[in-house]
């Protein structure tokens, strides 16, 4: 069974940081692109990064581009989400996804998602 286990959100000031981990089983995840998304209160998905098999290549949305680092342990089954410079906006719950197909946006299976709330 697939299980992507998302970790590591909370309550951060503007400016600040977190990082969150995804712990992936069920699958070979090192075969596997992976990305994560998130969705603001009222508002639809919104893809946040995006990092390939190995970690060599990684993609960001224009938003988070420049503040937040993807990356991945596939020795540890293990992607992260490093966010610096956190802003309001940014609050959302975060998820981690498996990518499948030939678009970023496209994912199989998704975890229940981590809360990030960026607020003074």
């Known amino acids: 069974e697939v299980q992507l286990v998302e970790s590591g959100g909370g309550l951060v000031q503007p400016g600040g940081s977190l990082r969150l981990s995804c712990a992936a089983s069920g699958f070979t995840f090192r075969i596997y692109d992976m990305t994560w998304f998130r969705q603001a209160p009222g508002k639809g998905a919104e893809w946040v990064s995006g990092?390939?098999?190995?970690?060599?290549?990684?993609y960001y949305a224009p938003s988070v581009k420049g503040r937040f680092t993807i990356s991945r342990d596939n020795a540890e089954n293990t992607l992260y989400l490093q966010m610096n410079d956190l802003k309001p906006e940014d609050t959302a719950v975060y998820y981690c996804?498996?990518?499948?197909?030939?678009?970023?946006?496209?994912?199989?299976?998704r975890g229940q998602g981590t809360q990030v709330t960026v607020s003074s």
């Open positions: 990092i390939d098999q190995r970690g060599g290549t990684t």
């Open positions: 996804a498996r990518r499948t197909g030939n678009s970023w946006l496209k994912y199989d299976y």
